[in-house]
């Protein structure tokens, strides 16, 4: 069974620009969470969705948004993007909704210049 | 506001040591206590937690939960340097997928 597949998997964004992130969960997940790592913050929680609703929003700016396709796969967004948004995007699925664990992706890296 | 905080930070040690790593939290509608393994990929799961005082152990690996201390560890016997890693511990909440992740505690194991 494949894993949670995130793409792409590097990319390089300027100030302003805005950005979109994909992520396909492993087959059969219906829930998709997504977090952000950075070395200062460390993992964050993002939002959580569940058959194309999103159930659970962090502390993040409005800016950050995401959506789930009726197929599971997710895809967050980010606009007027910041210096401060550089960081490793993660995406984790789950097949029992709100129990057990979470399964991740390798991640998608962004560099803000 | 839900916080989980690993100690210590950094652990250097040899290969053949055993190690402890700690975790606390304190999380509203907590559900479960996970602890993952990152190195420089994916977090890897490596045990849920949700019942006080039993012990889950994977090969070398090992790791408790105190519900009444808000408290858990991860033990690492005979160390290897394939171990050497980042260890994440997460709380995780009643009703939902979030995970409130503690700052990890970098594992280096020399040979």
């Known amino acids: 069974k494949a894993g949670v597949t995130q793409t792409p998997r590097y990319l390089i964004k300027t100030r302003g620009q805005q950005v979109t992130l994909s992520c396909s969960p492993i087959s059969g997940h219906r829930s998709v969470s997504w977090y952000q790592q950075t070395p200062g913050q460390g993992l964050q929680f993002l939002f959580e969705?569940?058959?194309?609703?999103?159930?659970n929003k962090g502390n993040f700016p409005g800016r950050f948004s995401g959506r789930q396709f009726s197929n599971s796969r997710s895809e967050m967004n980010v606009s007027t993007l910041e210096l401060g948004d550089s960081a490793l995007y993660l995406c984790a699925s789950n097949d029992q909704g709100s129990t057990g664990e979470l399964f991740f992706g390798e991640g998608s890296r962004l560099t803000v210049l | 506001e839900d916080k989980v905080v690993q100690s210590p930070l950094s652990l250097v040690v040899h290969e053949g040591d055993t190690v402890t790593l700690n975790c606390s939290y304190e999380?509203?509608?907590?559900?479960?206590l996970l602890w993952y393994k990152q190195e420089k990929k994916a977090p890897t799961f490596l045990f849920m937690l949700t019942s006080s005082g039993i012990e889950k152990k994977s090969g070398r690996l090992s790791s408790i939960l105190d519900k009444k201390e808000l408290f858990s560890i991860l033990n690492i016997t005979a160390t290897q340097t394939g171990d050497s890693a980042v260890y994440l511990c997460?709380?995780?909440?009643?009703?939902?997928?979030?995970?409130?992740f503690g700052q990890g505690t970098r594992l280096t194991i020399n040979p």
């Open positions: 997460a709380g995780g909440i009643q009703g939902a997928q979030k995970l409130v």
């Open positions: 969705y569940f058959s194309e609703t999103q159930r």
């Open positions: 999380v509203t509608n907590f559900r479960s």
